[in-house]
């Protein structure tokens, strides 16, 4: 069987996206024909079908939900590579390091503070989560991430700080004069429910607190007494006048990493790392 091109993998999934090779075709810019043969040809060519055809409409196979799953992954991943390519062909160019916006800003000024003398880098800031598919999708080099709350999955990383969490509180809350509190305490404020923050696979967990996703939005639902977060002792760098922070003494630790993708060659990927754990890592 011949290799699957990557022509033919746009293709189909722009048909198994908009199950409908009328829009698929003007969503690509040819003409319908031609991509009606390309994917009948594609079924031809893997022998299975992979979409079902009728006067109703399209609707895909078992085996077209199989390929649209894996046709975004290698897309993803030959995109990424360009990307990466072209950065790595300009030797003028600064590393990409990502961070949430927000996060571990002292730590990330001593990082850049050591490493700037010898490796350029330019700082791209992300909301919640972000960080790893910027770093899949070859937009990063680098990114801070923080154990156990972001997905590491695939990467190698190295272990900067650990360190406890605090709550953020709206200053006029009676727990804001609080020397700290349980992480129970936290969770069980009346009037003042914990914000949800989204989960690796992009879901929310239950609970009768905000949804939030950036950093702005979560700063003034807190001042404004809709909610409280608890996070790592080092993020509340961002904490307004109107928030206070308390330290929860029994909330997990969370451990900032160094985070790059696995078998990278690049030199100066490789010098930032070694130079940021000597200069961070306890």
Same mark, same amino acid.
């Given at each position: 069987m011949h290799? /699957?091109?990557? *022509?033919?993998?746009?293709?189909?999934?722009?048909?198994?996206?908009?199950?409908?090779?009328g829009r698929a075709a003007e969503r690509l810019?040819? !003409?319908?024909?031609?991509?009606? $043969?390309?994917? $009948? &040809?594609?079924?031809?060519? /893997?022998?299975?079908q992979l979409l079902d055809r009728d006067r109703r409409g399209v609707a895909?196979?078992?085996?077209? *939900?199989?390929?649209?799953?894996?046709?975004?992954?290698?897309?993803? +991943?030959?995109?990424?590579?360009?990307?990466?390519?072209?950065?790595?062909g300009d030797p003028r160019r600064p590393l990409v390091l990502v961070t949430k916006a927000g996060a #571990?800003?002292?730590?990330?000024?001593?990082?850049?503070?050591?490493?700037? +003398?010898?490796?350029?880098?330019?700082?791209?800031?992300?909301?919640v989560g972000e960080q790893a598919g910027l770093l899949r999708d070859g937009s990063a080099d680098v990114a801070l991430m923080h154990r156990p709350f972001d997905d590491l999955a695939g990467f190698d990383t190295e272990d900067l700080l650990t360190e406890g969490q605090v709550a953020i509180l709206p200053a006029a809350h009676p727990l804001a004069?609080?020397? &700290?509190?349980?992480?129970?305490?936290?969770?069980?404020?009346p009037g003042l429910p914990i914000a949800r923050w989204p989960q690796l696979d992009g879901s929310y967990p239950d609970g009768p607190?905000?949804?939030?996703?950036?950093?702005?939005?979560?700063?003034?639902?807190? +001042?404004?007494?809709?909610?409280?977060?608890?996070?790592?002792?080092?993020? *509340?760098?961002w904490q307004w006048p109107e928030h206070v922070a308390v330290p929860v003494v029994d909330a997990p630790d969370v451990t900032t990493v160094l985070a790059? &993708?696995?078998?990278?060659?690049?030199? !100066?990927?490789? #010098?930032l790392v070694r130079t940021a754990a000597a200069a961070l890592r306890p």
């Open positions: 290799d /699957l091109e990557t *022509r033919e993998l746009r293709y189909f999934v722009a048909v198994a996206e908009e199950l409908h090779f810019g040819i !003409a319908q024909p031609p991509l009606s $043969r390309a994917i $009948r &040809q594609l079924e031809h060519r /893997l022998g299975v895909l196979t078992d085996a077209g *939900r199989v390929l649209l799953h894996e046709a975004r992954l290698a897309l993803a +991943a030959v995109a990424a590579a360009a990307r990466r390519t072209r950065r790595a #571990s800003h002292e730590l990330l000024q001593r990082l850049l503070g050591a490493v700037e +003398a010898e490796t350029p880098v330019e700082v791209l800031l992300c909301e004069a609080r020397d &700290q509190l349980t992480f129970a305490e936290a969770r069980d404020v607190g905000p949804e939030v996703r950036t950093q702005s939005k979560l700063a003034q639902l807190v +001042a404004l007494g809709r909610t409280l977060l608890v996070i790592p002792a080092s993020s *509340r760098a790059w &993708q696995p078998g990278t060659r690049s030199q !100066a990927v490789a #010098s």
